[in-house]
């Protein structure tokens, strides 16, 4: 883990129980492998004073305080899912018919918001730690403007910290945490690379790991939704057909539906004989390897792109409608969307189709015959 010094000196005094600089340094060498100065955290604490005096009165002087500590193991060896909260929770979202992958992602974002982490070693300046037992709605706003004054997307945070407060009785308003899509929700409707770039990932992918490779070019020739690829099991499968049957969201308060997916040989070929799930990764890891391969092979379009896996799901719909001539209707049909959506959101034509399609179907119509009573 790198070194961070607002995550990392007021978690080695609450370790140590010391706020000796000394001892400090020398917890942060044996933790994070980096060389400090006894100097520079007497200059950190002078920085940060409020946080000096806040460990101060939590560990010197044995005081409850409003920031109390929360300790490390917390967040370690599954203790996090048996906190009370936490637990009661899982429960509530396990008999409103969640699947497993949804509740774990959502328990590693809530963990995430208790520490303060925005992304991968990034957590927010005097951030303290939260028990997700005493977690208020204060936090959650404040959490969420940190994520947004990053421009961070944030709905999938403001859906996880409205969910687990209400499962708390808490009432949350619209007002304080929106459940609605992001402002740019229809930002993304052109979203494609070309064909050599989308090689060149799966070609990273596939000297990385093979299911993150298998997986994605799933993703791609299906349009299917993370979830939905993760819990892709051997069950339902469909030999005659060479497809599968994958579970993908509704609207809110139905069931899912239940959408074939049809396969191209490759990837039949590699899961036809795999028993239970299809795909041996998870989200986790493949959401790091696919940031790693557009960082590598599309770096400027890295930056905007909301969410790694569900990019295919975008160059499915791009890819299929120049295929299918812009027929909505069919594509729309494939992908699990209605065609409003698939408009708005996935796919819409931009100026160089539409010169092209212009300039290849005037010369056709000089060329109708007219005729006249």
């Not at 099991?233 to 539906?257: I, N």
């Not at 239970?276 to 792109?305: Q, S, V």
């Not at 959506?341 to 005037?362: C, H, I, M, Q, W």
Request: hydrophobic share 40%; proline share 3%; net charge positive.
């Amino acid at each position: 883990m790198k070194y961070n010094p607002s995550r990392d000196i007021p978690l080695a005094v609450r370790e140590l129980k010391d706020l000796s600089p000394s001892k400090i340094v020398l917890w942060i060498l044996n933790k994070r492998n980096v060389e400090r100065k006894s100097q520079s955290i007497s200059m950190w604490f002078k920085d940060h004073q409020d946080v000096f005096d806040e460990l101060a009165k939590e560990l010197l002087l044995g005081a409850p305080t409003e920031k109390q500590a929360v300790d490390v193991g917390l967040f370690e060896n599954g203790a996090f899912r048996e906190i009370p909260s936490v637990r009661s929770w899982i429960r509530d979202l396990t008999n409103n018919n969640a699947k497993e992958t949804t509740i774990n992602h959502f328990v590693r974002l809530l963990k995430r918001v208790c520490k303060g982490e925005l992304r991968e070693g990034e957590v927010i300046e005097n951030w303290s730690w939260k028990h997700p037992d005493r977690l208020t709605l204060d936090d959650a706003k404040e959490f969420i403007f940190q994520v947004k004054k990053r421009n961070i997307r944030s709905r999938e945070w403001r859906l996880v910290l409205r969910n687990f407060l209400t499962s708390k009785g808490q009432v949350i308003k619209s007002a304080d945490i929106s459940g609605k899509l992001e402002e740019d929700a229809g930002k993304y409707n052109t979203l494609k690379i070309s064909a050599e770039d989308r090689d060149a990932v799966f070609k990273f992918l596939e000297a990385r790991n093979h299911e993150a490779y298998l997986i994605s070019k799933f993703g791609y020739i299906t349009a299917t939704r993370l979830t939905a690829a993760l819990e892709a099991d051997s069950q339902y499968l469909d030999h005659e057909d060479r497809a599968v049957w994958v579970f993908e969201k509704a609207s809110k308060g139905k069931p899912k539906k239940k959408v074939k997916k049809y396969l191209t040989n490759e990837i039949y070929n590699e899961i036809k004989d795999r028993q239970g799930k299809l795909f041996g990764i998870d989200e986790t890891e493949l959401n790091k390897l696919l940031r790693e391969a557009y960082e590598a092979i599309i770096p400027e379009m890295n930056k905007i792109i909301p969410m790694p896996f569900h990019f295919w799901r975008h160059c499915f719909a791009q890819d299929m409608l120049r295929a299918s001539g812009w027929n909505y209707a069919l594509v729309a049909s494939m992908g699990n969307w209605s065609v409003d959506a698939l408009t708005k959101y996935y796919g819409s034509p931009n100026e160089k189709d539409v010169r092209a399609f212009v300039l290849e179907t005037l010369p056709k119509l000089e060329k109708v015959e007219v005729v006249t009573a």
